[in-house]
C-alpha cells in the first residue's frame, strides 16, 4: 500500500495531485503549524499580466500559533465571489472553463468557517475532475500519531497499514533514508515532469493552480501525465 502526505493547499498545483494519483491512501497534514503567506491559503493563476495570486483571507489577529485545522476563514469579505470572479476574468475564454465553473460555484456560495475543511473539500472536488479514483483520504489528527521529522513520518505510514511511503522530491533534503528502510517501508520519490499544456496569454508557466490546467485542457487529459500503482 502507498501512502503520501501533504498540507492541505488552498487550490495545489499539478505535482500534488500526481501524489495523489499514485496513492493508495493520501494523509492530510492538518494538524502542523499554520504558516502564513504559504500555499495553504493561496496559489497562483496565470493573467494577462503573468502569475497573480489568488489568496484566501484568514483570521490571524491575536491567534499566533494555530494549527492549520484550527484557522478560520475572514467571512467579513466575500471571498467565494471575488474569487470565482477572478477565475471568470482570466479563463472565461479557456476551452474547458464552463465545463467546471458551476462545481466551484457550488462550492464558493457555502459558508465556510474551516481553511483546512474547504480545502480539503476542493481537493477532492478537483480528483474527481481529474478522474483520480480509489484513494483513501485520511487527516492525520484522526490518526493520534505523534513524532517528528522521519520519524512522525514512518509513524503515519504504520497507522494507515502503508508499506511504501511516496514523497516529493525535496524530502532527500531532510528524511533519514536509512531509517525508512529499517523500518521496513519502501522510499519512493515522485518522479513528475510538469506537462507543457495550452494555456492562454502568451509563454506557458508552470507551477501554478491546478485549475489552470483544468480550464485550459480539461480534467480527463490528466491521464496522460500519471503512473500506474504498483
Not at 484568514?58 to 467565494?80: A, C, F, H, M, Y
Amino acid at each position: 500500500m502507498i501512502v503520501s502526505i501533504h498540507q492541505p493547499n488552498y487550490l495545489p498545483w499539478l505535482g500534488y495531485f500526481y501524489k495523489i494519483a499514485n496513492s493508495d491512501v493520501f494523509v492530510i497534514q492538518d494538524n502542523l503549524l499554520y504558516i502564513k503567506k504559504s500555499f495553504i491559503n493561496r496559489n497562483t493563476i496565470k493573467t494577462p499580466h503573468g502569475a497573480q495570486w489568488l489568496t484566501l483571507n484568514v483570521l490571524s489577529k491575536g491567534r499566533s500559533g494555530q494549527l492549520i485545522n484550527e484557522v478560520e476563514i475572514d467571512n467579513s469579505i466575500q471571498w467565494g465571489k471575488i474569487h470565482l470572479k477572478t477565475m471568470e476574468a482570466n479563463y472565461g475564454k479557456a476551452s474547458y472553463f464552463q465545463e467546471y465553473r458551476d462545481q466551484f460555484e457550488s462550492i464558493y456560495q457555502e459558508k465556510w468557517e474551516s481553511l483546512a475543511d474547504l480545502n480539503e473539500t476542493l481537493v477532492k472536488l478537483v480528483c474527481e475532475m481529474l478522474c483520480i479514483k480509489n484513494v483513501k483520504f485520511v487527516r492525520t489528527s484522526e490518526l493520534g500519531v505523534d513524532g517528528k521529522s522521519t520519524n512522525l513520518l514512518i509513524n503515519i505510514c504504520k497507522a494507515v497499514g502503508a508499506d511504501t511511503y511516496l514523497s516529493g522530491i525535496g524530502g532527500k533534503k531532510y528524511m533519514d533514508e536509512e531509517l525508512f528502510e529499517k523500518e521496513g517501508i519502501k522510499l519512493k520519490y515522485s518522479e513528475f515532469q510538469h506537462p507543457v499544456y495550452n494555456q492562454l496569454f502568451g509563454d506557458f508557466v508552470p507551477n501554478l493552480s491546478v485549475i489552470d490546467f483544468i480550464f485550459n485542457e480539461g480534467g480527463s487529459n490528466f491521464s496522460n501525465f500519471k503512473d500506474n500503482k504498483e
